[in-house]
Nanobody, 114 residues
């Protein structure tokens, strides 16, 4: 069975950092692009970052560009989201997503507040 287990969320002060992890199983991880999405209460779910399965190229939402980095370790079947210089507006539930297969993780809460 397909599993996507997010971890690394929590509460942090503005300017702080967190690293989210998504441990995947049940499908050929290295063959698929991966994304991180986020959703704040009352707002639409938005695409934060994507990493491809082939070239490993990355894309980011303008709101996080220069602060967040998506990466993957195919040997560990894990995708990461390094989040630096966090802002209150980054507060949301963050979801791991498998492109094409359309698998979603359960989400992990990130709260940025002073």
């Amino acid at each position: 069975q397909v599993q996507l287990v997010e971890s690394g969320g929590g509460s942090v002060q503005p300017g702080g950092s967190l690293r989210l992890s998504c441990a995947a199983s049940g499908f050929p991880f290295s063959s698929y692009g991966m994304s991180w999405y986020r959703q704040a209460p009352g707002l639409e779910r938005e695409l934060v970052a994507t990493i491809t399965s082939t070239s490993g190229s990355t894309t980011y939402a303008d709101s996080v560009k220069g602060r967040f980095t998506i990466s993957r370790d195919n040997a560990k079947n894990t995708v990461y989201l390094q989040m630096n210089s966090l802002k209150p507006e980054d507060t949301a539930v963050y979801y791991c997503y498998v492109r094409l297969r359309r698998y979603w993780g359960q989400g992990t809460q990130v709260t940025v507040s002073s």
